[in-house]
């Protein structure tokens, strides 16, 4: 259903010691948040606190043949899976 007027998007900073802490924390909480309108899975990210313009994607993200995405992590082995 297309919105009309302004569009917002929320930033919620969150500091763990480890990439690999951060990386399982936005999966979790994107995937404990994919039913609620609006929220984009596929577009969760991460970054160093001192280097936010470099962003390591949480999620897989290829489009699959029937226009839905892979939402395997990113990196996954094997096959892309719309379904994970």
Same mark, same amino acid.
């Given at each position: 259903?297309?919105?009309?007027?302004?569009?917002?998007?929320?930033?919620?900073?969150?500091? +763990? /010691?480890?990439? !690999?802490? #951060?990386?399982?924390?936005?999966? %979790?909480?994107?995937?404990?948040?994919?039913? +609620? /309108?609006?929220? !984009?899975? #596929?577009?969760?990210?991460?970054? %160093?606190?001192?280097?936010?313009?470099?962003?390591?994607?949480?999620?897989?993200?290829?489009?699959?043949?029937?226009?839905?995405?892979?939402?395997?992590?990113?990196?996954?082995?094997?096959?892309?899976?719309?379904?994970?």
């Amino acid at each position: 259903m297309p919105t009309t007027g302004p569009r917002y998007v929320l930033h919620l900073p969150l500091t +763990v /010691p480890t990439e !690999e802490q #951060a990386l399982r924390f936005a999966y %979790a909480l994107a995937r404990s948040l994919a039913l +609620v /309108p609006g929220v !984009e899975v #596929a577009g969760a990210t991460v970054s %160093a606190e001192d280097a936010q313009h470099v962003r390591r994607w949480v999620f897989c993200d290829r489009i699959m043949p029937d226009r839905r995405r892979c939402r395997a992590r990113a990196d996954h082995d094997g096959p892309c899976d719309p379904d994970r």
